[in-house]
Structure formats: structure tokens, C-alpha cells
């Protein structure tokens, strides 16, 4: 029988390290040819290869996704080289937590730069292709599966400006939701709790230091990578529209 995504394509950005890696080797696994975007060409070539060998198709976009001619022109390179694009996967993020008094506002404008504007210039671009996916592609439904967080839904004290960026993925999508529905592109939110990835690592090292006593279960990346296959592998009349994963034990 063959692979449930076989014969589409997916761009997975993010794809370097974390959930994104995992992702792009999960739906590789289910048959899909995977976009591999992020600025790390060395971490993202090692993916291609571990990729290929298990059998898969795999393409390298190194690129920063807050430039927006890179993050367009990495959609381009997609569909003018694997020939279309059947699934968005828009993961890369990163979370610099603490205090807002004295906060580098510097931390607020990555943030916003990569999980709002990022996110945003990917799907602005992704979003034709993504139509036309659903029209002509071999399962005739199309994806899009933004990763919000758990503090998408609960801000909590010292996460304000991740808390917003994440609130914001959340109201898009649910947007686009609507939006997109008629024209069977799918848009999925996908809200991590804990995952041991190296977001966490980009924080100063007195937050870090602070932030330490809160770390308890951790899911791995590979959890996160398996509810992302499991919804873009429902068959077409049927779209999960948001998952919020924690780990057991962690109560908020
Ligand atoms: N880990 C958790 O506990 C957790 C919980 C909830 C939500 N999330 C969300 O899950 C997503 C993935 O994070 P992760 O936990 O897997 O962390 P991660 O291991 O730090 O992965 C982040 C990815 O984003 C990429 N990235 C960063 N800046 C970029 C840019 N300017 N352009 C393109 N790619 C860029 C990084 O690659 P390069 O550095 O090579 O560019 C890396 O591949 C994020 O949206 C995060 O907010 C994570």
C-alpha cells in the first residue's frame, strides 16, 4: 500500500533542529517529499541525508524566514524544484522569556519578527500554492499547521511578548480557518506544552538560571512531530482544527 502523502510535498520551516527536524522526518516517513527551511544549511543537509537514506526526497533551503524575499523565495524554490506544495508546516520560533521591566527590547523584536512576520511572509506566499494543492493534488485537500504553544492559550508571568506572538498564530489561523474551509486547505494549530528542544537555550543566562526550577516532563520533539502527521494524514472531509499536547504532568 502506498504512503498516505505520497506524491505531495511539504515545507517545513524550522527543519534544523527540535520539532521542526522531527516533523520533516515524520512526514518524510508517510511518503511526503519535505522542504527542509532554516539558516543552518549543515544541520538541515544532515536531515536531507539521514532523509534520503531511509528512502525519502528531501530539498535544503537554507534561509531566515523574517527576511521576506527569503521566506517567499523559499516557497518558490519549493514548488519550482519538488513541482507543488501540498502542506506549510510553519514551526521555526524561538522564546526569550523574563521580566518585561528592562527586557533588550531587542528579545521583543525577534520574537515578533520570527513568530509573527515569520510565520505570516510563509503563509502569505504559501497560500496560492496551497489552493491549488487542494484542486489538482493527489488527495485534493492542502495544509497548513502553525505552531502556536501552550502559552497560546495562558499567558503567565515573565512570557508576555511569546505569550502575544503565540495568542497571534492562534487568532490567524483561526482566521485563515474560515477563510480557506470551502477550498479544502486546512489550517491546523498545534499548541506544545513542554518539549526538550533547544528553544529554551536562546534565553540570557540569569532567565535561564530562573526559569531552570520550572522545567519538569519534557515531551520529546518526536511527540509533536507524530500529532503533526496524525492531522495532515486525515483523510479529506475531515480537519482537526487545533491540538493542545502537554506533557502528563505538567498542570498549566
Ligand atoms: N520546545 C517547547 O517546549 C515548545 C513548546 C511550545 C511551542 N514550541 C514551538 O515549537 C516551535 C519549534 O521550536 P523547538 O522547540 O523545536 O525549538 P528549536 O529546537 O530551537 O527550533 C527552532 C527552529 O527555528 C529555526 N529558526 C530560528 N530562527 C529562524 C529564522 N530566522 N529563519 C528560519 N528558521 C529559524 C531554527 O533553525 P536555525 O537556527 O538553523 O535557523 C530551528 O530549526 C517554535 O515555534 C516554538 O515556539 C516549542
Avoid at 58 to 74: G, I, K, R, S, Y
Avoid at 117 to 142: E, I, K, S, T
Wanted: a neutral charge; proline letters at 4%.
Amino acid at each position: 500500500m502506498k504512503p498516505v502523502l505520497d506524491g505531495t510535498v511539504a515545507l517545513i520551516t524550522g527543519a534544523s533542529s527540535g520539532i521542526g527536524a522531527a516533523t520533516a522526518a515524520t512526514l518524510g516517513a508517510q511518503g511526503a517529499t519535505v522542504a527542509l527551511a532554516a539558516r543552518r544549511r549543515d544541520r538541515l543537509e544532515e536531515l536531507a541525508g539521514q532523509i534520503r537514506a531511509a528512502g525519502g526526497t528531501a530539498l535544503v533551503l537554507e534561509c531566515d524566514v523574517t527576511d521576506q524575499a527569503q521566506a517567499a523565495a523559499a516557497v518558490e524554490r519549493t514548488v519550482t524544484e519538488l513541482g507543488r506544495l501540498d502542506t506549510l508546516v510553519n514551526n521555526a520560533g524561538v522564546m526569550l522569556l523574563g521580566p518585561a521591566a528592562g527586557a533588550p527590547l531587542a528579545e521583543w523584536q525577534r520574537m515578533v519578527d520570527l513568530n509573527v512576520l515569520g510565520l505570516l511572509y510563509c503563509a502569505h506566499a504559501a497560500l496560492p500554492h496551497l489552493v491549488r494543492a487542494a484542486g489538482d493534488g493527489p488527495r485534493q485537500v492542502a495544509d497548513m499547521v502553525n505552531i502556536s504553544s501552550v502559552a497560546g492559550r495562558l499567558a503567565r508571568n515573565g512570557n508576555g511578548v511569546y505569550a502575544l506572538t503565540k495568542f497571534g498564530a492562534g487568532a490567524f489561523s483561526e482566521s485563515l480557518r474560515q477563510e480557506l474551509a470551502g477550498q479544502y486547505v486546512r489550517v491546523s494549530l498545534v499548541e506544545p506544552g513542554a518539549t526538550a528542544t533547544e528553544l529554551a537555550s536562546h534565553n540570557r543566562p540569569e532567565v535561564l538560571e530562573s526559569i531552570r526550577s520550572q522545567f519538569g516532563q519534557r515531551m520529546e520533539a518526536a511527540d509533536i512531530a507524530d500529532a503533526i502527521g496524525y492531522i495532515v494524514t486525515r483523510p479529506r472531509h475531515v480537519a482537526v482544527n487545533e491540538m493542545l499536547i502537554r506533557p502528563t504532568e505538567q498542570q498549566r
